[in-house]
């Protein structure tokens, strides 16, 4: 009997030991303190880690690492057909890995190749340690002209448990759904935070390639199998008892040439405050500095039907990051007179011209010249282009 005990045993200690050897290869670590990316080789997906204090050998997620972090999903629209960037369908991953960056390349389409590049790189906001840059690239393989988009869904975490689960660098509060437009505004950067750190979700950066929109919700209403989330201002991040929030950043559809590639550049960071007061929250850790405020907050009021923002008093020089960066520049035609500047096309388009993305960013590169423009008439012509870009993003919603 004890033979064969020790027999079970022998057997049993065998499989964990081929199973620990085959889960070691199914991933591709890369680290820069305190921070360790992991790519699952398996599902193609990507978290990153945090070290903990207690024990620095020790890592803990940013985010969501579930079923290989599968719940945090790369798209591709690719002429109106969408495609994960993950192993689901089968298709063939390859990972390859230099001292200084990852390269993680999908085959699962004859019309595009993607490629995804991790790379620790040091940054000019505030961050604990290097942030992770992720650059994508869609190279259209189709042999003719394609419209191409991507997106990117992440199931935040940290935080979540809390009253306030996300906010901004300028917004103190996130707690219901919001549709940011970072081409238009001036946050830099969205924090999901726990007690003593917070993961950085960057909206613009030295880096960064400026999303069109960024959506912040329920997890479950964010993955959908339209391109864009059923949208409702306001509405409550919790669903039954529990809040899942998460992050959805969508870049615009454009017309990329045969053999041409679309290169999106994302950041993720991190931020430690564990070392500061215990009453120090997340917010009042990154946005004070040596006791004093060095950006006061935008409030939201998420009970209306659209957002409105208010600014308090500043009664400080700002020095938040938010404040070195401005929405980049359009590349536009000659200044036009005020004559035709007035004039601008303010009708309903075509519901043909509504459904198009290119659409969109037309009407929003018009919002950016008309606000750089020291015309005092812009400003309604502004409130006009804006109502035509809610209505543009309805009729899309509802396809």
């Not at 591709?76 to 390859?96: P, Q, R, Y």
């Not at 990852?102 to 991790?118: R, W």
Request: glycine share 4%.
């Amino acid at each position: 009997m004890r033979i064969f005990n020790k027999k079970i045993l022998l057997i049993y200690f065998s499989v964990c030991l081929l199973w620990g050897i085959a889960a070691a290869d199914d991933i591709v670590e890369m680290v820069s303190d305190p921070l360790k990316l992991v790519i699952y080789t398996k599902t193609g997906n990507f978290c990153l880690y945090h070290s903990k204090t207690e024990d620095a050998r020790e890592y803990e997620p940013l985010y969501d690492d579930r079923s290989q972090s599968s719940v945090n999903i790369y798209s591709v629209l690719f002429n109106g057909e969408m495609f994960h960037l993950n192993n689901k369908s089968g298709k063939k991953i390859i990972v390859s890995q230099t001292k200084d960056e990852i390269t993680v390349t999908f085959q699962i389409s004859l019309d595009f190749l993607a490629t995804q590049t991790f790379s620790f790189v040091p940054s000019k906001q505030r961050s604990t340690g290097k942030i992770l840059k992720v650059v994508t690239e869609i190279q259209n393989i189709s042999g003719e002209l394609a419209n191409i988009a991507l997106k990117a869904v992440f199931d935040t975490s940290l935080g979540e448990k809390n009253l306030i689960p996300l906010y901004t660098d300028l917004r103190s509060e996130i707690g219901a759904e919001l549709m940011l437009q970072p081409v238009l505004e001036k946050d830099s950067v969205i924090f999901s935070a726990d007690k003593g750190y917070a993961c950085l979700f960057f909206l613009r950066n030295e880096y960064m390639t400026v999303p069109t929109f960024v959506y912040a919700a329920n997890w479950e209403r964010l993955v959908t199998k339209k391109w864009l989330p059923a949208y409702v201002s306001g509405r409550s991040f919790r669903k039954f008892s529990s809040s899942d929030p998460g992050l959805l950043y969508v870049w615009s559809e454009k017309k990329i040439q045969n053999k041409e590639t679309l290169s999106v550049t994302n950041c993720i960071g991190f931020y430690d405050y564990r070392n500061t007061a215990e009453t120090a929250t997340g917010y009042a850790a990154y946005t004070q500095q040596t006791g004093v405020l060095v950006q006061q907050p935008i409030i939201v009021d998420q009970t209306a039907s659209k957002s409105v923002v208010t600014k308090t008093p500043n009664t400080a020089q700002p020095t938040s990051p938010a404040t070195q960066y401005t929405a980049p520049a359009v590349q536009t035609a000659a200044p036009v007179s005020r004559d035709k500047e007035s004039a601008v096309q303010t009708k309903p388009a075509k519901k043909a011209a509504e459904k198009d993305y290119q659409y969109v960013q037309k009407l929003l590169d018009r919002i950016t010249e008309l606000e750089q423009s020291p015309d005092e008439l812009s400003t309604e012509e502004i409130r006009k282009l804006r109502a035509e870009v809610d209505n543009a993003i309805k009729v899309m919603q509802e396809e």
